[in-house]
């Protein structure tokens, strides 16, 4: 068996033994939390989708997780905002519509008892990732070159990366990176090298969302190959901008030309500020297709910066600068991971970054705790206990780690103690104490200082300790049935080998004092003592203390103090030894006293000693430790550095009583270090520290060496010394000789080396710069001392060599054609230096005579001169100049530029066309630069405004920067600019020139183009306004100035707004129409219009615009005008009512303000009762009452106890104004009236029945008061109450008798005759008695019948009860006549009708008969019927109202209570609304209906009865009609890639309240709706030169108009490729569907598209020479037409109807002609007719014209009126398809004055017409009253023809007539 391993000498044990005591280093794991999950430093993410950010943490316990905002508030969750997970994990919720919302930062923290731990800031930013499209760009590429495809994205694109790449729908398979690679994507472009004519076609990509994972793929790019570039300089397609990559892959940086020849690629890198050229092939990349792209492999973050790029040729160079970024993962650790200190100890931890450059700080537990990479703790607490965290920052980068400390050997501390107290006697107490310490610490409890079981029994206490959660001990003094004895001081004493911790406080129990026995007490000498008197008992009133021997108690002050139960010694002395007596007292007397022994202990005092300051290696020394006193026996021991003395040091010890001798015999520098002796006895311990230094010379640690470095390269001198004290390092350079040949030298500071003060290194002296210089070649001597033997001395030569270099970086170099150039180089650096030239690689030939080359010799180098005498135009391009020497060779590049006059400018086209701009494209020769030309643009007006004089312009160009430099074919460069200052819709001739500073080119050919429209820049002239009608305001003007037009004028828009009431309180009340609105007039001649529907004797602003296809021009300025004065438009305020009497109400109201009560008269006061019936409830027939202005009238002759309502109307002279909300009230109660009838009768022999009918008109009766007296005599009468609700044989009005009432009065003498009167009472008091009846009682014997004869009302339907109450001798026997037949009769007598019917009513007879005889009564029953169903009719019907009106109908016996207008909109059976009207009313107007709808009207009448039947429903529109399209050449207006749409150019009667534009590629694609205005809607980024499809749907309430246009965008160089035209109506159904079946080759589509139209054409040409016949053979005068003057006449035969557009016009005013048959309507004479197209429309294909219907369309002129000239227009060369071609006849704009003479039909009878005309539709005419148009309302006229907009265009509802 092997022998097992010695085991270490004691000494060694030993000092291990003290190193694990004083500090331990443990592999455990970290009880306090530890990250295990942490967020990234930047989380960006989908707003629209949130994101979840996880944290998780490890720990013992595991640690709670929470989340910290940037203040460190504590997050929680957020409804709809943010939730934190059980697990720790934060989610983002997804933000509402997916807005970008700030970013925030956060932290995670974990926390458990043992500690907290942070996460680094986490940045989370919302991202909103909408809207986003791939988009991809191919530059055309030259043949054999490089082509470049980029990948990108409309929005965040820094999001987004491609993901593959396709080539037309085939996926490109891209293989990482290598030198034969012919596919390498650098970033987000794909370079294709030797590019064939079979690589040009589409390419696209597909790119990924970073965040939220979406692909999209981009439209595809097409590539184009073009053959071999001509002669340019390069042009970079794909270079520049900022490239990121993750640290360890491979990337590409791009530098991609397009030309061939391909250009020379020269890569260089900025390293310390300098240029380095980039090696073409090498270990960390290579230049891929010559260096179009520079690889690189496995980049580092020393790769990160600045790259650029030099790609040049002969006729010059271009620069790409490349920003390189690398990310690296930043780390961070700290050692050691868990760290376990004893207490007192120095701590450290170390923290380290993968980053060097990275700011590091430090936190404890969360908190800040210092910075820098070591983080040291001295002096040890529990306070230092926790997770330390090492947080490293580089930029908005940030990392973290985290270590623990735990406290090792630490002396105890307290947390938790116990007070004092005081208990009665027999009671139970704990108390506690808890520590913490390492080991865990035991406790000790003392009694007054003593051990708790030296005063009590252990049976009596008990104590129990415990480890909680935290590690801390906790201890419980439990004692039980305590006595007086027990009190005391009590003390926990917490202990362990580290030290102890303890806690006192007296527990006090009522009882007599006592004094416990104590022994000897010892105190050190010179310490303060305090000693406690051992008592118990409670209260105490005093405590004292007495020295053996004194006569006086111990005093309160001095060094010997007594204070309570204290005796305090400070400090204590040897006289101070002896007996003391403790004495204590209660207050009721009892006291004890006991003595205590004090013995003083001296200490050891060591004599200080010191070690000599001069000691060496080799020498030797003795120290010694001696003790001047101290109470013997003493011990002595030593240390170093607070440990043992260690034993290879070889130190001798030798002690002895007193003293102890340390001995050293051969020093080294092991031995310095601070030593300590320690004295022990037992009294206490003393040390004393003495330090010793041993002084060491220097030595080398690197000893320098001569250097030799090229210039640039870094340069490092180390020079580096060992000794003690640390030798210092000084540089001396030498810089010649004195005097006697005495070497001077000077010292180096870090400035000559060019070197930042954090570059030198301090531990030993050695310098660096990182690129030397020639300033730094020499001779340098490093001398190293410290004081301790001779310095070391070492010299040094530092040599630097510096390679052939130039300065500068050449440049261009510009001669005129035909002269001499010089081109210069100066070469730099060692000689020799050998310098030549190149021409295109060439080495040039100096035999020749053309070439001489000149070099002198400089300071530095050489510089060398080459002479051209004679340039031309071969001599142009690249020259290089070349420089070697044996460090190295440079070359330098320079361009030769021959200049020469340029040619004139070739195809002269344009490239774009606005309003008042052209964009200009031609071709011209490349320039060097390219931009070295100046051009000259020279344009005439072909066509200038009248008064205008056509001059020629001349304007400078700026060429476009941003054109495409690419030669075509040609070797042309195409070239383009912007001219302004153009007038818009005018024709122009354009020349060009080119200037460079040797001259001026000849003019190009001329260019003929015409502006774009533009909407007016002036407004109307002269506008006037002035009041028409009440409601009405008229509106003139005059056309603006002709050169503000800016093309043809189409028409003119009147806008007002109300000034005077928009703040009063009504403002929402009133139609937004009548505040504000506009209208159109159409035609550029107009010039009035009638503004109708406004609020009478109202303030308005009006402005009028004039209007082309652009759009509308500016507003004129506001004139005011006040409309003309009508009835109060605002009811009366505040209406209010009470009652003053029982016939009379009071009405106050607050008055019309000024606006409201210009012409006010006074107000009416209208009233009624409310009734409440089966179908009524409210207001029955109105009354009316005249006030007069002052707000308060009262209203008299009303009936008593009745409610009313209320409601005003301000009168004024035209009329009443709306009325009030009506207000409800009721009058007070009146007495009533006197009993009307009454009756009495015998009915036993002491009774009588009295039976009374109650008074007329009577109110809520409460009783009546029935009187009894005998007849004779004066007073003495009796009464009896009789309740109205509760009198025999009272009955309801619903049962017939409603208003009898009887009472027997019994108790009567028999044969005495007695009177009876009655009195009704009400709750305002007794009514007067009804007259007196007199009676005797007496035995019934006759028959007689009590109740009375009288007429009886009753509702149709209800059930009726007619009385016939008797009294007699029974039996009594009752017979009705007649019977009806539903019938039941009672025992006593009553009728019962169970159902009145209209039959029922007429007159009863009841008779009742007994053996004594009979008697008879007549009933007159009258059955009450609903009304009858009245006759509803239209009178008038208005743009937005019906005025109805209707004959009283029967009201069936009771008074008609109002009526129900109901009306729905259509042809809906359901009423949507109704409406209550008095019953006064015979008439009614319906406002604020939808204008040209049709609605349905019925009116039922109400009386107490009920309802009477609906109706009949009547069918009534209102006046107006759709809109109407107008041709698509005034609604379209378009450029090169939009399309602008006039809505203004819109007709029709209605206003239009929601317009859908819609626009599409022709017959292809969806539709992309349109955003309007309500006056324009435009289409943008639209493809140039394309045909689309617009749909325009106006929607109104007359119903919705669907048009449909075809209209082109200009092409880029602004031709037209046609005008917009309207898609006939048949092939509506097609085109909005989208369908391709409509293509032009379908026979549906020709036929449609060529033979229909002529077909169509013909027949209409037919029809019109037929008509013309017609007309000419009835016309009695001809209109003559001759030189611009126009004249009618003619004699209208009589015929019952005529038509006409505008009602009749009298005096200035607009009639409105009643919808009567045989009424006069008028034609107007700018009618025109056509054939609607296709066969169905003829009625099944007759041969003949007499099957189809011909259409009348007329505009809106009353009579022929001569029209001002046009403007003229200019024959528009370049487009004479729009400009050029005829005018329709009918357009209103065309400006003919002559435009009347195709009026023969003026006024012409529609009966003429007859056998002509089988169906006539006025287009103006309104349905509601032009019968004739209701017959032709199915045909619709053809699209393409002209119509008049005669009407207003209505943003709102007022009615609109103009007149020309």
């Known amino acids: 068996m092997r022998a097992p391993p010695p085991l270490p000498p004691p000494p060694l044990l030993a000092l291990l033994g003290a190193l694990l005591a004083a500090q331990v280093w443990c592999e455990v794991s970290m009880l306090g939390p530890s990250l295990v999950v942490e967020p990234a430093a930047r989380v960006q993410f989908s707003a629209a989708a949130g994101v979840r950010v996880r944290c998780a943490a490890r720990g013992h316990p595991p640690p709670a997780l929470t989340w910290l905002a940037d203040d460190n508030t504590p997050l929680h969750d957020a409804p709809a905002l943010r939730r934190i997970h059980s697990n720790g994990t934060l989610e983002i919720l997804p933000a509402p519509g997916g807005y970008e919302a700030a970013a925030m930062t956060v932290r995670c923290r974990a926390a458990n008892p043992h500690g907290v731990a942070l996460s680094r800031d986490v940045t989370l930013q919302p991202v909103v990732d909408g809207g986003w499209e791939a988009e991809a760009s191919a530059p055309a590429a030259a043949l054999g070159g490089v082509a470049a495809v980029t990948c990108g994205a409309t929005r965040h694109a820094a999001l987004v990366q491609p993901a593959l790449w396709y080539r037309a729908d085939t996926v490109l398979h891209v293989d990482p990176p290598t030198p034969k690679s012919r596919y390498v994507v650098a970033g987000n472009t794909l370079l294709i090298r030797d590019v064939a004519a079979s690589d040009a076609g589409p390419y696209s990509c597909l790119a990924r969302h970073s965040l939220t994972a979406t692909t999209k793929r981009a439209r595809p790019a097409h590539l184009t ?51 380095q050229p980039v090696e073409a092939e090498g270990a960390s990349g290579w230049a891929w297709a010559g260096g179009a792209a520079q690889c690189l492999r496995r980049v580092t973050p020393a790769a990160a910066g600045l790259w650029i790029c030099k790609a040049y040729n002969v006729y010059g160079d271009a620069t790409a600068h490349v920003t390189l970024a690398v990310r690296d993962a930043l780390s961070v650790s700290v050692a050691p991971g868990v760290l376990v200190a004893d207490t007192g100890s120095t701590a450290r931890f170390t923290c380290s970054a993968s980053d060097a450059g990275a700011a590091l700080s430090w936190l404890h537990d969360g908190a800040p705790a210092g910075s820098g990479a070591d983080l040291v703790l001295r002096g040890v607490a529990r306070a230092h206990r926790g997770v330390y965290q090492c947080v490293a920052r580089r930029a908005a ?63 009596r206490y008990f104590i129990s300790s415990e480890t909680s959660v935290t590690g801390d001990v906790v201890s419980v003094l439990n004692m039980s049935a305590v006595t007086a004895a027990d009190g005391g001081r009590y003390t926990c004493r917490a202990h362990n080998d580290r030290g102890h911790a303890h806690h006192s406080a007296r527990l006090n129990i009522y009882g007599p004092p006592s004094i ?88 050891p005092k060591i004599s200080p000693f010191i070690f000599s300051s001069e000691l060496t290696e080799g020498s030797s020394v003795q120290v010694l430790c001696g003790v001047s006193s101290g109470d013997k026996p003493m011990y002595f021991s ?191 650096g060692d000689a020799p230096l050998v310098v030549h030239w190149t021409h295109r ?51 330098q590049l320079m361009y030769l530029h021959v200049d020469e006059p340029p040619e004139a400018p070739r195809r002269l086209v344009l490239g774009g066309v606005g309003s008042r701009w052209v964009r200009l494209a031609w071709a011209s020769p490349p320039a060097s630069p390219p931009l070295a030309h100046a051009y000259t643009a020279l344009y005439t007006t072909l066509h200038a405004l009248p008064g205008a004089e056509a001059r020629q312009n001349t304007v400078n160009l700026t060429v476009d920067t941003t054109a495409d430099d690419s030669l075509d074919t040609d070797g042309l460069r195409t070239l383009s600019a912007r001219l302004d200052g153009l007038r818009p819709a005018a024709a122009y001739s354009l020349r060009l020139t080119a200037a460079n500073h040797v001259g001026q080119s000849p003019q190009s050919e001329p260019l003929l183009f015409t502006t774009l429209e533009e909407a007016p820049t002036a407004s109307p002239q002269n506008v006037r306004v002035r009041a028409a009608n ?143 019936a089966s179908s009524w409830s409210g207001a029955g027939e109105s009354q009316t009452a005249r006030a007069g202005v002052s707000g308060e009238a009262t209203l008299q002759g009303l009936r008593a106890a009745t409610n009313y309502s209320v409601w005003v109307r301000a009168r004024a002279d035209a009329g009443l104004g709306p009325p009030s909300p009506p207000v409800y ?170 159902r009145a019917e209209a039959s029922s009513g007429g007159n009863y007879t009841c008779e009742v008969r007994n053996g004594g005889g009979s008697d008879a009564l007549a009933v007159s029953l009258a059955v009450r019927l609903p009304p009858a169903a009245p006759a509803l009719r239209l009178v008038r019907a208005d743009v937005t109202a019906l005025l109805l009106a ?129 006056e324009t809607a435009e289409a943008g980024n639209l493809r140039p030169g394309s045909w689309y499809e617009i749909r325009v749907v106006a929607r109104s309430p007359a119903g919705d108009t669907l048009a449909l246009y075809r209209a082109a965008t200009h092409t880029l160089n602004g031709e037209r490729l046609g005008e917009a035209v309207e898609v006939p109506a048949e092939a509506h159904g097609v085109s909005s569907e989208g369908s391709g079946a409509a293509g032009t080759g379908s026979p549906a589509a020709l036929w449609r598209a060529g033979l229909a139209p002529a077909l169509l054409g013909g027949g209409l040409a037919l029809l019109l020479a037929i008509l013309a016949g017609v007309v000419l053979a009835r016309r009695r005068h001809a209109a003559t037409c001759l030189h611009r003057e126009c004249s009618l006449q003619q004699v209208c035969q009589p015929h019952p109807q005529l038509y006409t557009t505008e009602p009749s016009k009298r005096n200035g005013k607009t009639m409105t002609p009643p919808d009567v048959p045989g009424e006069l309507h008028e034609i107007s004479p700018y009618a025109t007719f056509s054939m609607s197209g296709g066969a169905e429309s003829c009625g099944g294909g007759g041969a003949g014209g007499a099957g189809c219907a011909l259409h009348l369309r007329t505009f809106g002129r009353a009579e022929a009126l001569d029209l001002a000239a046009p403007p003229p227009r200019p024959n528009l060369l370049a487009h004479t398809n729009e400009y050029g071609r005829g005018r329709d006849s009918d357009s209103e704009s065309s400006g003919s004055p002559c435009a009347a003479c195709a009026a023969e039909l003026y006024r012409l009878p529609a009966a003429h017409l007859s056998d002509t005309l089988p169906a006539v539709e006025s287009s103006a005419d309104d349905a509601s009253y032009a019968a004739g148009a209701r017959g032709a309302r199915g045909a619709r006229p053809p699209p393409r023809a002209r119509r008049r907009r005669d009407h207003a265009r209505h943003h709102s509802q007022p009615t609109v007539s103009h007149r020309f």
């Open 841 to 891: 690689g060439i080495r040039l030939d100096l035999t020749s005579y053309r070439w001489a080359v000149t070099e002198v010799r400089t300071g530095a180098g050489l510089r060398s001169t080459l002479q051209l005498r004679a340039a031309e135009r071969a001599d142009i391009g690249e020259y290089r100049c070349h420089a070697h020497n044996q460090y190295g060779r440079s070359e």
């Open 397 to 459: 980068d940030s990392a973290q780690a985290a270590a623990e400390l735990r406290l090792g050997d630490s002396a105890p501390e307290l947390h938790y103690t116990f007070i004092e107290q005081a208990l009665r006697a027999g009671g139970s107490v704990s108390l506690r104490c808890a520590a913490s310490g390492s080991p865990p610490p035991r406790f000790t409890w003392l009694l007054d200082d003593q051990p708790l079981d030296q005063y009590r029994a252990q049976h």
């Open 1446 to 1574: 209707w004959d009283a109908p029967s009201d069936g016996g009771a008074a008609i209570l109002g009526y129900t207008l109901q009306w729905a909109r259509g042809d809906s059976p359901a009423a949507d609304r109704e409406r209550r009207v008095p019953p006064a009313d015979a008439a009614h107007a319906l406002t604020g209906l939808a204008c040209g709808a049709t609605y349905r009207i019925t009116l039922r009448a109400h009386n107490v009865v009920g309802a009477s039947p609906h109706s009949r429903p009547l069918l009534a529109r209102t006046r107006g009609d759709k809109a109407r399209a107008p041709p698509g050449k005034a609604l379209v207006w378009a450029n090169s890639t939009a399309l602008r749409l006039n809505l203004l150019a819109w007709g029709g009667r209605c206003p239009v309240t929601a317009w859908s534009v819609a626009v599409r590629a022709a017959a292809a694609g969806s539709w992309r709706d349109l955003h309007t205005n309500g």
């Open 1225 to 1394: 009230c009721a009058t007070t109660e009146d007495v009533p009236e006197a009993v009307s009838q009454i009756r009495a009768l015998a009915c036993g022999a002491d009774a009588v029945r009295v039976t009374w009918l109650a008074p007329a008109a009577a109110p809520r009766l409460t009783h009546y008061t029935l009187y009894t007296r005998e007849l004779g005599k004066v007073g003495g009468e009796w009464a009896q109450r009789v309740d109205a609700s509760g009198a025999e044989g009272a009955a309801g009005e619903a049962l017939g008798g409603g208003e009898e009432v009887w009472r027997e009065v019994r108790g009567l003498r028999e044969r005495t005759v007695y009177e009876f009167w009655v009195r009704a009472a009400t709750s305002a008091g007794a009514g007067p008695p009804s007259r007196p009846v007199t009676a005797a009682p007496a035995p019934p014997v006759s028959a007689r019948v009590s109740s009375f004869s009288r007429v009886v009302y009753a509702a149709w339907g209800a059930r009726v009860r007619l009385r016939c109450a008797a009294v007699g001798a029974p039996p009594l026997r009752w017979r009705w006549a007649p019977l009806p037949s539903a019938h039941t009769i009672t025992d006593t007598g009553d009728l019962i009708i169970h």
């Open 638 to 828: 030593w240390l170093k550095d607070g440990a043992p003395l260690p034993s290879n040091l070889q130190i001798e010890e030798k002690s002895l009583n007193e003293f102890s001798l340390l001995m050293f015999s051969d020093l080294s520098a092991r031995h310095s270090g601070a030593y300590t002796c320690r004295v022990s006895n037992h009294a206490a311990t003393v040390n004393y520290t003495a330090s010793l230094s041993v002084k060491v010379a220097p030595a080398w640690a690197t000893e320098p060496l001569d250097a030799a470095v090229l210039l640039g390269a870094p340069l490092l001198v180390q020079c580096a010394a060992k000794g003690y004290p640390a030798p210092t390092i000084t540089w001396y350079r030498r810089i010649g000789e004195g005097g006697e040949g005495v070497e001077q030298w000077e010292q180096v500071g870090a400035a000559e080396w060019g070197a930042a003060e954090g570059a030198v290194h301090a531990r030993n002296g050695s310098l660096s710069a990182p690129g030397a210089a020639r300033t730094h070649q020499g001779l340098y001597r490093c001398v190293a001392d410290n004081g301790v033997g001779p310095p070391l001395v070492k010299h040094i030569n530092v040599t630097v060599h510096e390679p052939a270099h130039f300065e500068g970086t050449g440049g261009n170099v510009s001669c005129v054609r035909g002269r001499s150039a010089a081109l210069v180089c100066h070469a730099l």
């Open 225 to 275: 190959v073009t053959p071999s570039s001509a002669n340019s300089a390069p042009r970079l397609v794909s270079a520049g901008g900022e490239l990121s990559v993750s640290a360890g892959h491979d990337v590409c940086l791009p530098c991609v030309a397009t030309d061939l020849k391909q250009p020379h690629y020269t890569w260089y890198r900025e390293l310390n500020g300098r240029l």
């Open 516 to 603: 416990r026995a104590l022994g000897p007490v010892r105190v050190v000498a010179g310490a303060n003592a305090t000693i406690y008197c051992p008592y118990a008992g409670y209260p105490i009133s005093s405590i004292s203390w007495w020295r053996r021997g004194a006569s006086v108690a111990v005093g309160g002050a001095g060094r010997v103090a007594a204070r309570g139960a204290e005796l305090r010694l400070a400090p204590a002395l040897p006289a101070d030894a002896g007996h003391y007596a403790c004495a204590v007292a209660a207050p009721q007397g009892p006291a004890a006293r006991r003595d205590i022994d004090i013995q003083v202990r001296n200490p």
């Open 1030 to 1172: 009440a409601g009405e305001l008229h509106v003139s003007w005059s056309a603006p100035p002709q050169d503000s037009w800016n093309g043809e004028l189409l028409g003119y828009v009147v806008t007002w707004r109300e000034l005077s009431r928009f703040d009063e309180e009504d403002a929402d009340d009133a139609p937004s129409s009548r505040r504000a609105g506009s209208a159109t007039a159409a035609g550029w001649s107009s010039a009035e219009l009638t503004v109708g529907g406004l609020r009478s004797f109202a303030r308005y602003a009006l402005t009028v615009r004039a209007y082309n296809r652009a759009g509308a021009g500016p507003h004129s300025p506001a004139v005011y005008a006040t409309t003309a004065d009508g009835v109060p438009e605002q009811a009366p305020r505040a209406v209010t009512c009470e009652a003053v009497s029982p016939r009379a109400l009071r009405v106050r109201w607050a008055p019309l303000s000024a606006q409201h009560a210009h012409a006010l008269r006074g107000y009416d006061l209208h009233y009624a009762p409310i009734y409440f």
